[in-house]
């Protein structure tokens, strides 16, 4: 009797690991997905930071390019 619980209790705890496990491989896949999008948002900020800078500079200093 005493080995069946022991095994019961092995096969629980080895049911909860992997639970666990599985757990923590989808924290860290959305983990990875959050930070990417932050990545993507950031290097888009800059994107349109430099296009409007240099449009600004065309707009007020174009005038000194030669056409």
Known sequence: MARI???RLKASQLIEEGLLI????????AVFGVSKQIVDNISGFFNSLIEE??????SLFGWLLPK
């Open 5 to 7: 619980w022991k095994t």
């Open 53 to 58: 800078v240099g449009s600004l500079g065309q």
């Open 22 to 29: 599985v757990l923590a491989l989808v924290m860290l896949g």
